[in-house]
């Protein structure tokens, strides 16, 4: 996800990790240790979670320029793969 992020971040892409139930200082930790510069935000009584219908974890929510939820994604997903910086590039127009 860092990949994508630093690739499309100065076309407008924003990513926003969202952690249930984790300790301010353990996401800090990790995303320092994994070198992640994008935003994460911290849902201790998951209702976040609640309100956007996660069911597992991780799930990802792409989201277009107007705020509409485009995809929902559940499970692992390698950000790596052309198809997925072909969605981005799409949302991204």
Known sequence: ??????????????????SIYDERADVATFMNAHGIT?????????KVAIRYQVTAI????FIDKTGVIR??????????????????????Q
């Open 1 to 18: 996800m860092e990949a994508l992020y630093r690739q499309f971040h100065p076309r407008g892409l924003e990513i926003l990790a969202v």
């Open 38 to 46: 994008f935003l994460a935000l911290l849902d201790p009584d998951a």
């Open 58 to 61: 991780p799930t990802h929510y």
């Open 71 to 92: 995809s929902r994604e559940v499970g692992p997903k390698d950000w790596r793969k052309p198809e997925t910086w072909r969605v981005i590039e799409g949302l991204l």
